[in-house]
């Protein structure tokens, strides 16, 4: 308590609080320069995301020893409906010798080639280009095609339609979508936090402080998050990046809102401001640091993983909660008392003046469930469950390239025009590689697969054999998915070849098991690190046992609303496949803090009120922060809406509406009227579970004294 109480008065005190400003200065001074470096040590190349232990993995890596660079197909599809003309013909032609100009290149561009499929007349042409991938993944590929584009549309005959499609035009497609996401993501969050901060404040200037308080954590903690990934190897892709921008500007407002709350109390029972904010730290602080213990724990559960995206994205998202929460101790307390009471105008809290709260929305919530407790949470657990119940029709087993964009790319048009005239598995082959011993024996079992259209010839080199199949579905379908499953059993099956199976198709299949395994793994593990915090937190076991059961219903409810809302509202047929988990993990850490916010303060009152009463108490006084600060949390999460990839907007859309019944539902209903119902053996084993409500004490015994912390 000692180093507390001096920590609290080294951010609040009189001269202190500048030499804090000036430290925090010093730090942005520091952090811009390496802040800005951040998207430069991005990983979003299919070995970054797979583990290494995976079949598609391992044939990536045996790749390299048939050609000197990774590579990624881009088909060049030409159609006219009414049939390919001469002039077409010689337009394809001219595009390939244009193509293997390109420095770009991981090996030779093929010779364009008709649809045998069209009957007599052909009506497309494809040409498939190897565009190298290198060290520069999607920027790279993309810059080759912006110029193989450029080429396509140059000189074009009339009627000839022309796209740019396969693996490397998806991501190029998808480099395209992610390009500009940051300031975009950013200016979202700013509109959404700031919108919501005048309306809780009501005032023309407090809200600028929590506002610039989270932007100087984020560049901080981007800053370290490039020195970690540029010097320890942290794996940082975008969808980590973007997640830190939301999370840190949610929780770091969210710790800004219970601070500045417990400030305006402080500040109408002490005259001295800076009296009033040392209070206040040592106040809501524990709960604060409660909060950033559970949520960063909850990350750091996700380093076990398989998932390279996943493991990354643990520390990455740990690191930003832990530099926000320094921010909104430090430097957010400094601002408030360098700018004095004046700084909530017009609604300054005088001291000696009362407390507004006793008398609003969430005293009456309170008296309303504390008439029948128990019916309520019951039928509320009921209704929350049926909910829960309809996340039995989510399927979350990938988007397919069509799906993943909110708005059609050149890609996915050329896919679907390859499609009609090609094999639909044309430019992303099933890769086979064995023992050279077995080269014969590979090629005659992948052929023999059920959903191979045709099969290549072995290469043979440095004792491996090299075989490519093309699919007869679509890459990203079910039937590809279950083709490659196939060609795997019947060549594992061959004695001796140690044959593997990779390629795109085989790449999403080892995606998706790898996101099962950490499905299994991480869950329970958040579970119990949160019960673990809890528990040490409330000194107690059945506070926090109800607390997670509560959070966990509320996540299952969020999971079975949302995935409705995106099949029958927006027509989105299935949900990204890390999408269960990172809903899981974000809303169990942060759905956890309003319990947190709620149950600290409940355990502070009951000391002295007894639990019935302090449960009220500590509803009626946080009801209206938790509250803005669950309205900050849902809109941050709800701002990667903006983004034009549909697994960010199921990620963001489920977890504000997640983030929503936690905060209205959940935690002013559901837990309140838990507390109510079990009284103080929610304290149990400590020494509050012994101390009685009024209503239990005998006529004319007196209220036993307050219990110490």
Known sequence: ??????????????????????????????AGPLAGKLNGVQKNDNSAWLPASAEATKVIDLERTFRQQDAAPAIVVYERKSGITSADADKAAAD?????????????????????????????????????????????????????????????????????????????????????????????????????????????????????????ALVAAQAVIYLFAKHAGLTVNAQSAAILTVLLFGAGTDYALLLIARYREELRRHEDHHEAMAVALLRAGPAIIASCATVAAAMLCMMVAEMGPTKGMGPVDAIGIVVGLLAMLTLLPALLVIFGRWIFWPARP??????????????????????????????????????????????????????????????????????????????????????????????????????????????????????????????????????????????????????????????????????????????????????????????????????VATVVLSFGTALGASSMIFQHVFGWPAEDTGFPLFVFVFLVALGIDYNIFLMTRVREESLTLGTRRGTLAGLTVTGGVITSAGLVLAGTFASLGALPVVSFVEIGLAIALGVILDTIVVRSILVTALNLDFGRHIWWPSKLSKKLDVEELEPGKEQEPALQT
């Open 1 to 30: 308590m000692g180093v507390a109480r001096g920590s609290a008065r080294l951010v609040s005190g009189r001269w202190t609080k500048w030499i804090v400003l000036a430290v925090w200065i010093a730090v942005f001074a520091v």
């Open 96 to 216: 390939a010798r244009q193509f293997a100009a390109l420095s770009n290149l991981a090996g030779t561009v093929q010779d364009p080639v008709k649809s045998t499929q069209d009957g007599a007349t052909p009506q497309a042409i494809q040409t498939i280009v190897p565009v190298a991938v290198g060290t520069g993944g999607w920027a790279a590929m993309g810059a080759t095609v912006d110029q193989m584009r450029a080429i396509v549309q140059a000189g074009k005959p009339d009627g000839l339609t022309v796209h740019v499609t396969g693996l490397a035009g998806l991501n190029a497609d998808q480099n395209k979508a992610f390009k500009g996401t940051t300031g975009t993501l950013l200016y979202a969050t700013l509109a959404v936090v700031m919108v919501i901060l005048l309306l809780t404040y009501r005032s023309p200037v407090l809200w600028l402080l929590p506002i610039v308080s989270a932007g100087g």
């Open 350 to 547: 005088a001291f000696g003046s009362t407390d507004p709260t006793g008398q609003g929305l969430w005293a009456w919530v309170g008296r309303t469930v504390a008439k029948r407790p128990r019916p309520i949470w019951i039928v509320t657990t009921l209704i929350l469950g049926a909910l829960a119940f309809t996340a039995t029709g989510m399927k979350a087993d990938g988007l397919s390239a069509a799906d993943s964009f909110i708005n059609k790319p050149e890609s996915v048009t050329g896919a679907e025009v390859l499609a009609r005239h090609f094999p639909a598995g044309g430019g992303s082959p099933v890769v086979v590689i064995g023992k050279a011993a077995a080269a014969d024996q590979i090629r005659s079992a992948v052929a023999a697969t059920e959903g191979i259209a045709e099969t290549g010839q072995p290469r043979v080199k440095d004792g491996l054999a090299y075989v490519t199949a093309t699919l007869r579905d679509a890459p990203d379908s079910p039937a590809a998915d279950a083709t490659v499953v196939r060609v795997r059993s019947s060549v594992h099956a061959i004695p001796d070849a140690d044959a593997k199976v990779g390629g795109q198709t085989a790449v999403a299949h080892d995606i998706r098991e790898a996101t099962a395994r950490d499905n299994m793994r991480i869950i329970p593990l958040v579970m119990l690190v949160v019960l673990i915090i809890l528990g040490l937190l409330l000194r107690a076991i059945v506070a926090p046992l109800l607390l």
